[in-house]
């Protein structure tokens, strides 16, 4: 069915109030009868069973409680350029994971916005102009899980606020809707002390991988804790193949030994995962037979 879009004009713009039949992927128009798209109206999208959502360069507005409860909701695109974000647009929302940002040369947004509104783990595909009329993913940022507990102390009759995970940490690294990205490095030392090895892997791959802004000392800092835990990492990224070779390329040389090697290879053999058995059988031929076949002559 034809996804239908329901708008009035404002203030010169067409103004989004209603959105019939959105389907799983809903990518919203720049124009409707002849001008720009600016504004999604309060709770255009709520309820909607709606996946993924493409929406326009030309919005400025974002109305109150726009993806309300939109509990299908995994993936919105957005550009810099939609700077007003109503409060509660993406409440309900439990299932978004992705947040693909089309930046400006000057790297403000209302990212923020959305990222606050999560407590879940998202990850924030940031681009930006590549200087020849397209664009590059210069960063990949992963705002961790966090949540609030209230504890509440009954002969007192106090309620106290705990919070768990470094999520909210992460999501206040941003001043004149700008992405601090030295301020963003420097919570690493909480993840890595707080979570599992393999979500703290995770900022430091994208760290290292898609590195806008990143300064020197926290280089070091992803790289040093990516090969003290190698084994553990690549364990966990055994299901990304992609991902598994790049790091096994990068780090394997100088951290892995026999007995990690062949635990990997059983594993990998387990999975039926052939391309990555061969890529460990190799290694282990290479890194260890060799030396025992010399050592014995």
């Known amino acids: 069915m034809e996804t239908k879009f329901i708008f009035t004009e404002k203030n010169g713009g067409a103004c989004v109030t209603e959105i019939l039949s959105p389907g799983a ?39 109150r409680y726009g993806f309300y409860n939109c509990e299908h909701l995994r993936a919105i695109h957005i550009y810099a350029e939609t700077m007003e974000i109503g409060g509660g647009i993406l409440n309900g929302c439990r299932n978004v994971r992705e947040i693909f940002i089309h930046m400006s040369a000057d790297e ?32 990949r940022l992963v705002f961790p899980v966090y949540y609030d507990e209230a504890v509440e102390n009954t002969p007192a009759r106090i309620t106290v606020s705990n919070i768990h995970g470094t999520g909210q940490k ?10 601090r990205f030295e301020r963003y490095d420097k919570l690493f030392v909480y993840e890595k002390a707080e979570e599992p090895v393999t979500a703290a892997a995770e900022i430091a791959m994208y760290r290292l991988w898609y590195p806008h802004g990143l300064w020197e000392d926290a280089k070091k800092a992803y790289e040093d804790f990516l090969q003290q835990h190698l084994y553990e990492v690549l364990a966990g990224n055994m299901g990304k193949p992609d991902c598994f070779k790049r ?21 990998a053999s387990k999975r039926k995962l052939a ?9 282990k031929h290479r890194s260890f037979q060799l030396k025992k076949k010399k050592f014995e002559l």
């Open 25 to 63: 992927v809903c990518i919203v128009p720049e124009s409707l009868g002849g001008a720009c798209v600016t504004e999604i109206g309060d709770r255009c999208f709520a309820g909607s069973p709606v996946e993924e959502v493409y929406l326009p360069r030309t919005l400025k507005r974002i109305g």
């Open 108 to 139: 403000k947004s209302a990212l923020r916005d959305f990222v606050t509104e999560l407590g879940e783990r998202i990850t924030v595909h940031y681009f930006l102009p590549d200087g020849n009329g397209g664009e590059r993913e210069a960063a």
């Open 170 to 179: 992460y999501r206040y690294c941003f001043t004149d809707r700008k992405l």
């Open 247 to 267: 790091l096994f390329g990068e780090y394997a040389g100088r951290r892995l030994t026999e007995e990690e090697t062949d635990r990997l290879i059983s594993e």
């Open 275 to 283: 391309e990555i058995s061969g890529i460990l059988m190799d290694y």
